[in-house]
Every structure is written in structure tokens, then in C-alpha cells.
């Protein structure tokens, strides 16, 4: 019996996936759980595993490949009968697996050459034929205006690789035919420069902000005295188990804000087939934090974080964080949440306004603590000021919650919240 191992839905705005690794070959033994592909979406890297314990019998896919929810990545069985002898194929190299599972479907032996083909394209059953090309090769192929057909391929099994599109395009511009004016390929950079693909993860922030940007949305701002708050991260650190940040303690207290002020938790949704928009309630308060890492700003969520101890608080921030960083954050840390924390104290900024992230309703930006010269019992003193910046759906949270809200919120920061320990 052959099962399919294929790419699993991984959130609800996930629709495809990059192959970054394929560490498998065809004939291999496999249990249970082991790691049989790896893929970039625009949330994460994932690990798909093997859903049983079998042999490898086909890769249907190569490295840099763009697919679909659902895609068949490799199938597996019971034997190495049911593959033929096992063929050699490296892990580094997924353009010869797919060659393999393209003579097994042709009939011929697994591991045998491929049917004979023109270059770096290969008959289908139905007498198609199939271009092998990396991705980032056809963007840079469309960019340029180069038709795939007329590049030759380089890569394993003849794949089109982005050298080869970038030596098509050279080739193409030395030929004083191809300078005749308004033949300009689609999106060139004026003056000469480089195209750089985005990735699947700027794809999707690119993709959101521009979705924000369609949603009515107000900020609100104060200055809240950050001494006291300041010295409850000093002596609940020294208490221990925990170190705490002033971004944890300030999670808290949006989670207690929020809790609070309920309507900033809902979300706007549009009506369908002809029913009116209506409002979303969460049952639980889940916090999301922005965090910059090298693939772009990435959200995880932080479930249940009003009802967590400080303690528990930290070290689900921390775990996030460290997966987020290293692009292994799972579908259940992703999406969902009633509302993100973005912080950039620690860049330096004294105040800023974030974007509301699609689906919420608020969005706090926090910049550093800045000494301040402030009026105190009828005269100067210096203080530890921190800006908080409140966005809202102004859909979901009129003027005045929003004000009650941001009131409450540096009422909390400036003392009036007891920390859940």
C-alpha cells in the first residue's frame, strides 16, 4: 500500500510552501515521525514527518520548488518491491529523485535515465512537456521578459537554475537586436541594479500590510512614569525562578487591560453571501509579539496569556522567540490572537506607531524609557517616561474605549496591577 505524504495546511492564510530540504531518497527505510521534507511557508520552516514506518518508493518534488497546500511530496510503502531496486538518490541533489519517479511513471526501472528528453524539460503521460526550473529562476525569468524555453539548464537533470536565467539575460543584452528601444523587460530596475525575489515569508508581510493599510484605523498615545515598573522587573527577577523583562511585565498588563476592555479582543468580520458584518469574540486572551528576525517581522501568539503566571508568562515568550528566530514556530503558534505587542526600545526608538495586524483589532507600540524632567509634589523631578501607542479597528473600538482603555493600561504600568505569581 503507497501513502502520500503531502504538504499539511499549516494556518489558515497558508497556501504553499517552498521545498528547503528533501533528506530522504528513494528506497530509503523510514519510521514513523522522521523528517521527510522541510518547507518554508510565509509563517515558518516546518518539518514534515512520515506518517508511518515504510519505504521511500518516490520524491515528487524538488529543492526551491513552490507547491500547494495538499501536494504530494513523496510516497511511501511497504517494500522496496514496490519501488523496483532502490535507486541512489541524494538528498542534495531532489532534480535526479524527481528524473527517478519520472521513470518509474514511464515504466522503466527506478533509477534508470529518464525517457529522453530536450534539455531541461521531460515528457508527461500526456505528452506535455514539463519545464524543471527552480522558482526563483522563473521570477528572474519573468522579470527579465526571458522565455524558459530558450535557457539552458545546468542543474541536476538539466534544472534551470537562476545562474542560468542571469547568463540568458547577458547573452540577450549583448545582442545589439535586443537594445532596440522599448524592449525593456517588465519590471527592470532603472539605471541598471539587480532583482531580488521575495521570499515566501516577505511575500506574506507584504501581502498583510497591504491588507491593513484597507482597514480604518486610529492611534491614540501617553507617557506613562516607567519607575515603578522598572523596579517590579528588578526585585521579581531577584526573586527568581525567572529573569523578567520589561516586555513580559508589560504583556501582563495588556493581557489584564484587555480583559478589562473586552471589545478590543473582538475582530470585524465581513458578512457573506448577502449576511450582514458582524463581531468575533475570543473566548481566551491570546497575545501576539512581533519579533525581527532575518526572514522579516514575524508574530507568535501567546496562548492564554491572561491567566498565566509571570513565570509561565516568560518562558513561553522565550520559547516562541527562540523558535520564531529559528523558523520552527508550529501551526498552533500562529494566528489567532486578540491583539500583538511590538516593542522597539531596544532600538533606540522613543515612540512609534505600529499597523494593525489583519483580523485584530489592536496593536500596542512601546518604545524606550526616556528620562524626562516631570512636575512631582509641586516641584521637578526626573522620571523614566515610556510611550505607548494604542491602534484600533475604529470598525471594532471607538474613541472613547480606546482612550479608557490606554488610561487603564499606564494606570496598570504605573502600579495599579498586582503580578499573577
Do not use: C
Amino acid at each position: 500500500m503507497i501513502t502520500e505524504v503531502v504538504l499539511p495546511q499549516m494556518g489558515l492564510e497558508v497556501a504553499e510552501g517552498v521545498v528547503l530540504a528533501l533528506p530522504v531518497e528513494v528506497g530509503a527505510t523510514v519510521a514513523e515521525g522522521d523528517v521527510v521534507a522541510e518547507v518554508e511557508t510565509d509563517k515558518a520552516i516546518a518539518e514534515v514527518p512520515a506518517p508511518r514506518a515504510g519505504v521511500v518508493t518516490a520524491i515528487e518534488v524538488a529543492l526551491e520548488d513552490t507547491v500547494p497546500i495538499g501536494t504530494v511530496l513523496v510516497r511511501i510503502g511497504d517494500s522496496v518491491d514496490e519501488v523496483g531496486e532502490p535507486a541512489s538518490v541524494p538528498a542534495t541533489e531532489p532534480a535526479d529523485a524527481e528524473a527517478a519517479a519520472d521513470a518509474g511513471a514511464a515504466g522503466g526501472p527506478v533509477g534508470s535515465a529518464p525517457p529522453a528528453s530536450n534539455g531541461s524539460a521531460t515528457d508527461g503521460a500526456d505528452g506535455a512537456r514539463r519545464l524543471r526550473a527552480a522558482p526563483i529562476a522563473r521570477r528572474a525569468a519573468a522579470a527579465h521578459g526571458i522565455e524558459l524555453e530558450l535557457v539552458t539548464g545546468t542543474g541536476p537533470s538539466g534544472r534551470i537554475t537562476l545562474g542560468d536565467v542571469e547568463r540568458a539575460v547577458a547573452e540577450r543584452d549583448e545582442s545589439p537586436a535586443e537594445r532596440a528601444p522599448a524592449a525593456a523587460p517588465p519590471n527592470q530596475v532603472g539605471g541598471g541594479g539587480r532583482l531580488e525575489p521575495l521570499s515566501a515569508t516577505r511575500q506574506s508581510i507584504a501581502r498583510r500590510l497591504t491588507e491593513s493599510q484597507l482597514v480604518p484605523q486610529y492611534t491614540l498615545t501617553r507617557e506613562f512614569d516607567a519607575g515603578w515598573l522598572l523596579a517590579e522587573k528588578a526585585r521579581l527577577t531577584a526573586a527568581g525562578p525567572v529573569k523578567v523583562g520589561v516586555l513580559d511585565l508589560l504583556l501582563v498588563a495588556l493581557a489584564e487591560t484587555i480583559s478589562r476592555h473586552r471589545q478590543l479582543a473582538a475582530s470585524f468580520v465581513l458578512g457573506r453571501d448577502g449576511e450582514p458584518p458582524s463581531y468575533r469574540h475570543p473566548e481566551a486572551i491570546d497575545l501576539s509579539v512581533a519579533v525581527a528576525t532575518d526572514r522579516g517581522l514575524l508574530v507568535p501568539v501567546i496562548r492564554g496569556a491572561h491567566g498565566r503566571t509571570v513565570a509561565e508568562l516568560v518562558l513561553e515568550r522565550s520559547r516562541l522567540v527562540d523558535l520564531t528566530r529559528a523558523g520552527r514556530l508550529g501551526p498552533a503558534d500562529m494566528g489567532g490572537a486578540a491583539a500583538t505587542l511590538s516593542s522597539l526600545g531596544t532600538f533606540g526608538v522613543d515612540s512609534f506607531t505600529a499597523m494593525l495586524n489583519p483580523g485584530e483589532s489592536a496593536i500596542l507600540a512601546v518604545g524606550r524609557a526616556v528620562e524626562r524632567l516631570v512636575p512631582r509634589e509641586r516641584g521637578i523631578a526626573v522620571a523614566p517616561m515610556i510611550s505607548l501607542t494604542f491602534t484600533f479597528d475604529h470598525r471594532v473600538v471607538d474613541g472613547a474605549v480606546g482612550g479608557a482603555a490606554l488610561a487603564e493600561l499606564a494606570d496598570l504600568l504605573e502600579g495599579g496591577i498586582e503580578w499573577p505569581l
